[in-house]
């Protein structure tokens, strides 16, 4: 089978409107608030091929403590993740998928089960202010031994019909994610993982183990004093590196610019490091 697309990524945040606030000095369009039934919010970030990064924060703790309690895959992986982790990080990488409960099945069968399914509807709301629902299919995969994150399949059971164009028009120039990073004391069993779940083969380049992903590249470094694999960065495409460099100078964001790449450390609202790469 082919490989699986990137859906999005999950950035766990201790509040939404801190994370709001970088990312639009970062020259992100972020949209209106979600909200789950299970407690949690986000405010995302789109991208015109179909992915987005999901800033996640705790809005009804009580509604958050009642699914941990239940069992709710989501919010339990969460919850690992900011008890090992802190508040704020990358917990979760999401792929795209159109049947969802036959991904629960495949991930059991191939021995990296990771909970029950969720299945999930909220209010989907564009720049204007018009609103619809939508629905989701969530299905859980894990490494064995475990990872401080969590990894699913998402199928979108119900798309709402508004306008995201708006949304997926950035200042900084971001069209796309290109690539995520990792780091593990294993690499190649945990690049391993990832190309089961995400139905791609794990490729030593050296450097790093890389699984190439439909649409983004997934790519796990070595850490000696690693005590569970994580994700700790994200590349994002560009159209322009001297327009989102003069973006930042502008709005005081500080960067590294190496290897092609304008590199962003992690602050507060924005808990892994970015990476800007300009794209043809």
Request: proline letters at 5%; aromatic letters at 8%.
């Amino acid at each position: 089978m082919s490989a699986r697309p990137l859906d999005h990524l999950v950035l766990p945040v201790a509040g939404l409107d801190a994370a709001r606030a970088r990312l639009e000095r970062l020259g992100f369009t972020v949209a209106p608030q979600g909200t789950h039934p299970f407690g949690t919010i986000n405010a995302c970030v789109y991208f015109t091929g179909g992915t987005f990064i999901e800033p996640l924060a705790v809005g009804d703790a009580r509604a958050v403590e009642a699914a941990a309690a239940s069992g709710n895959s989501f919010i339990v992986g969460d919850a690992r993740f900011r008890a090992a982790q802190g508040e704020e990080g990358l917990s979760g990488l999401v792929f795209a998928t159109g049947d969802a409960e036959a991904d629960h099945a495949e991930f059991a069968r191939l021995g990296i089960p990771g909970g029950p399914i969720v299945a999930f509807s909220r209010p989907s709301t564009d720049r204007d202010g018009k609103a619809d629902i939508a629905s989701f299919l969530l299905a859980f995969a894990a490494p064995r031994g475990g990872a401080d994150g969590f990894f699913f399949a998402c199928e979108r059971r119900k798309v709402p019909a508004i306008d995201r164009s708006a949304l997926e028009r950035h200042e900084n120039g971001a069209a796309s994610i290109l690539a995520v990073t990792a780091r593990a004391a294993d690499p190649a069993r945990f690049a391993g993982f990832l190309a089961m779940a995400g139905r791609g083969e794990a490729v030593d380049r050296g450097a790093f183990f890389e699984v190439a992903l439909a649409n983004a590249a997934l790519r796990v470094f070595v850490d000696d004093e690693a005590a569970r694999p994580r994700l700790d960065g994200i590349v994002f495409g560009v159209e322009s590196l001297g327009r989102a460099r003069a973006l930042f100078d502008a709005n005081g964001i500080g960067y590294d610019e190496r290897e092609g790449r304008l590199h962003v450390a992690p602050a507060s609202g924005q808990g892994v490091a970015f990476m800007f790469e300009e794209t043809p």
